[in-house]
């Protein structure tokens, strides 16, 4: 791919074609964001953390263009782009400029000073080198700058590579950080898979890959032949248990949010609603009314790319064919671009695709069931498990249920709303693979640990050679000394100690 070629998903229109970074420039890329990468390490903690608030600044004050790209290659509603997208970064700077460091601060280790006579130990959090971070079209701002921020605070270079589908606002966004950090420290690959794969294997010391499983298991498998680190964060199929006392008004507006919210085209849309039969009849009611209100273009906007069109739209005739019910929507919307009916379908076929597969669009399913337990576990017969929620009247019943399902990231009364806040880790089980973002969990990632250990003992340790029987029974007497002994063994071990010190030296 030398050009990078697309329409607009709002309108099918073609836009102008981006270029493509060559493959056999991407070495090139990886060692110059190393080189660079040693300065910025270089630089106190302080200071990178300051950067890392100038950075955001200067996200927020670009707001406008970054919205409006936004809207040009995912067709996101204005609304969206701002809250989802732009706003966070705020949080990104604030929190890891400010609770950042103390993640990152060495740790001094005392030794012994029997057993290690005259050391010192500390234990250091450095960078791991230059980072690959390769990231999806679905948020494409706020993904990326949720490993940036990181990153860039331990002292890494990285190398980025967006998604095909969103190469111009992933440029606005390089270049901004580019002004913050200077040129080399953050490069950017243009490109698609040919380029992801060859990035992954151009000695990059970690990687973290955020997108779909069929593509997390490449990447895993490139990473683990190379013996680098890879953190993976992939699909996923959320579901929501509905209780017996659920405020049903308040649930069926957030269930519909959380299933419509980017066009279901998020990691953690909610895509299976399991109610319990008490509440399932008024629920899935109100769901069809609140989503037949949804105004697509102002609520709802475009799928992003034909493929994705093309599976939600397989996903929904599977399961009407199947004989689901169709509370909302059901079809392509006949406006020009890429649109798909926000739609809730109910009382699905348990095998079909659409309550097995990721569908990533503005699709829900809702299917009543027995009870509480039937809904637990059915909500965790699924390959994915990235978030999940539970909505009650009963908070402390919530937490419990909550506790029970097998996810990532549990909810009471919400879902997946937490991926913008930097404090709480992102990630989850399953196919969804095991990468975490947000938190201090987000920097195994990207760091590692240094032991450091200097010896200011000026004599030969009493372990070194030559090996003698003196020594063997000193090791015999401290494996006594240290064992479960009675005080009698104890003695008779420091005795024999004392001994072999005595005729070791
Ligand atoms: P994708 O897997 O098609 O692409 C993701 C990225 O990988 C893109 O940049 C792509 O160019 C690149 N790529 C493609 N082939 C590659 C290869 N062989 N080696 C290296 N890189 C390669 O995913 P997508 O369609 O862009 O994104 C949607 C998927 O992302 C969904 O499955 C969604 O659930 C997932 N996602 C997960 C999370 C999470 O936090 N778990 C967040 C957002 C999106």
Same mark, same amino acid.
């Given at each position: 791919?030398?050009?990078?070629?697309?329409?607009?998903?709002?309108?099918?229109?073609?836009?102008? #074609?981006?270029?493509?970074?060559?493959?056999?420039? *991407?070495? /090139?890329?990886?060692?110059?964001?190393?080189?660079?990468?040693?300065?910025?390490?270089?630089?106190?903690?302080?200071?990178?953390?300051?950067?890392?608030?100038?950075?955001? &600044?200067?996200?927020?004050?670009?707001?406008?263009?970054?919205?409006?790209?936004?809207?040009?290659?995912?067709?996101?509603?204005? %609304?969206?782009?701002?809250?989802?997208?732009?706003?966070?970064?705020?949080?990104?700077?604030?929190? $890891?400029?400010?609770?950042?460091?103390?993640?990152?601060?060495?740790?001094?280790?005392?030794?012994?000073?029997? @057993?290690?006579?005259?050391?010192?130990?500390?234990?250091?959090?450095?960078?791991?080198?230059?980072?690959?971070?390769?990231?999806?079209?679905?948020?494409?701002?706020?993904?990326?700058?949720?490993?940036?921020?990181?990153?860039?605070?331990?002292?890494? !270079?990285?190398?980025?590579?967006?998604?095909?589908?969103? #190469?111009?606002?992933?440029?606005?966004?390089?270049? *901004?950080?580019?002004?913050?950090? !200077?040129?080399?420290?953050?490069?950017?690959?243009?490109?698609?898979?040919?380029?992801?794969?060859?990035?992954?294997?151009?000695?990059?010391?970690?990687?973290?890959?955020?997108?779909?499983?069929?593509? =997390?298991?490449?990447?895993?498998?490139?990473?683990?032949?190379?013996?680098?680190?890879?953190?993976?964060?992939?699909?996923?199929?959320?579901?929501?248990?509905?209780?017996?006392?659920?405020?049903?008004?308040?649930?069926?507006? /957030?269930?519909?949010?959380?299933?419509?919210?980017?066009?279901?085209?998020?990691?953690?849309?909610?895509?299976?609603?399991?109610?319990? @039969?008490?509440?399932?009849?008024?629920?899935?009611?109100?769901?069809?009314?609140?989503?037949?209100?949804?105004?697509? !273009?102002?609520?709802?906007?475009?799928?992003?790319?034909?493929?994705?069109?093309?599976?939600?739209?397989?996903?929904?005739?599977?399961?009407? &064919? /199947?004989?689901?019910?169709?509370?909302? =929507?059901?079809?392509?919307?006949?406006?020009?671009?890429?649109?798909?009916?926000?739609? +809730?379908?109910?009382?699905?076929?348990?095998?079909?695709?659409?309550?097995?597969?990721?569908?990533?669009?503005?699709?829900?399913?809702?299917?009543?069931?027995?009870?509480?337990?039937?809904?637990?576990?059915?909500?965790?017969?699924?390959?994915?498990?990235?978030?999940?929620?539970?909505?009650?009247?009963?908070?402390?019943?919530?937490?419990?249920?909550?506790?029970?399902?097998?996810? /990532?990231?549990?909810?009471?009364?919400?879902?997946?709303?937490?991926?913008?806040?930097?404090?709480? #880790? $992102?990630? =989850? +089980?399953?196919?969804? =693979?095991?990468?975490?973002?947000?938190?201090?969990?987000?920097?195994?990632?990207?760091?590692?640990?240094?032991?450091?250990?200097?010896?200011?003992?000026?004599?030969?340790?009493?372990?070194?050679? #030559?090996?003698?029987?003196?020594?063997?029974?000193?090791?015999?007497?401290?494996?006594?000394?240290?064992?479960?002994?009675?005080?009698?063994?104890?003695?008779? %071990?420091?005795?024999?100690?004392?001994?072999?010190?005595?005729?070791?030296?």
């Amino acid at each position: 791919m030398s050009a990078i070629e697309g329409t607009r998903p709002r309108d099918g229109e073609a836009r102008m #074609p981006v270029e493509a970074t060559p493959v056999e420039a *991407i070495g /090139g890329l990886v060692a110059r964001a190393r080189d660079a990468g040693f300065d910025h390490a270089a630089r106190p903690l302080a200071e990178r953390a300051g950067l890392l608030r100038a950075l955001a &600044d200067a996200i927020l004050a670009d707001g406008e263009a970054i919205v409006a790209l936004l809207e040009e290659e995912t067709g996101k509603p204005a %609304a969206e782009a701002w809250l989802h997208e732009v706003v966070p970064t705020a949080d990104l700077g604030s929190w $890891w400029s400010s609770q950042g460091p103390a993640h990152l601060a060495t740790e001094a280790v005392r030794l012994d000073p029997l @057993a290690y006579p005259g050391k010192r130990a500390r234990v250091e959090v450095v960078p791991r080198g230059v980072v690959a971070l390769i990231t999806p079209w679905n948020f494409p701002v706020a993904i990326p700058l949720r490993t940036l921020f990181p990153a860039l605070l331990a002292g890494n !270079g990285v190398v980025w590579k967006p998604s095909e589908h969103t #190469p111009r606002v992933a440029a606005r966004v390089h270049g *901004i950080v580019r002004e913050v950090f !200077g040129p080399d420290l953050v490069e950017l690959v243009q490109g698609a898979g040919a380029q992801g794969a060859a990035l992954v294997e151009a000695d990059v010391d970690a990687v973290v890959f955020t997108g779909s499983v069929a593509t =997390g298991r490449k990447v895993g498998a490139a990473a683990g032949r190379a013996l680098t680190p890879a953190s993976l964060e992939l699909g996923g199929k959320d579901a929501a248990v509905v209780l017996d006392d659920a405020d049903l008004e308040r649930t069926a507006r /957030g269930l519909l949010w959380a299933a419509m919210a980017n066009a279901g085209q998020n990691c953690a849309g909610l895509e299976r609603v399991y109610a319990v @039969a008490e509440v399932a009849g008024p629920l899935k009611a109100r769901l069809g009314e609140l989503a037949g209100e949804l105004v697509p !273009g102002r609520d709802v906007g475009p799928l992003v790319t034909e493929a994705q069109l093309a599976t939600v739209e397989r996903h929904v005739r599977e399961a009407v &064919d /199947g004989g689901a019910e169709v509370l909302a =929507g059901g079809e392509r919307l006949e406006r020009g671009g890429r649109w798909f009916a926000p739609t +809730v379908l109910a009382e699905v076929e348990p095998s079909s695709a659409a309550l097995r597969e990721e569908t990533f669009g503005p699709v829900v399913v809702v299917q009543t069931v027995a009870d509480e337990a039937a809904a637990v576990a059915a909500a965790n017969d699924s390959r994915f498990g990235l978030t999940a929620s539970v909505w009650t009247r009963d908070a402390a019943r919530g937490e419990a249920v909550a506790r029970r399902l097998r996810a /990532g990231v549990v909810t009471v009364n919400n879902h997946a709303f937490t991926g913008a806040i930097p404090a709480l #880790p $992102w990630g =989850g +089980v399953g196919e969804t =693979g095991f990468g975490v973002t947000n938190s201090p969990h987000a920097l195994h990632a990207l760091v590692r640990p240094r032991a450091v250990v200097v010896d200011g003992n000026a004599r030969p340790e009493l372990y070194w050679h #030559p090996y003698d029987e003196a020594l063997e029974r000193l090791g015999k007497g401290m494996a006594a000394l240290r064992g479960k002994g009675g005080p009698i063994t104890k003695v008779r %071990a420091v005795a024999r100690l004392l001994g072999a010190l005595r005729r070791r030296f």
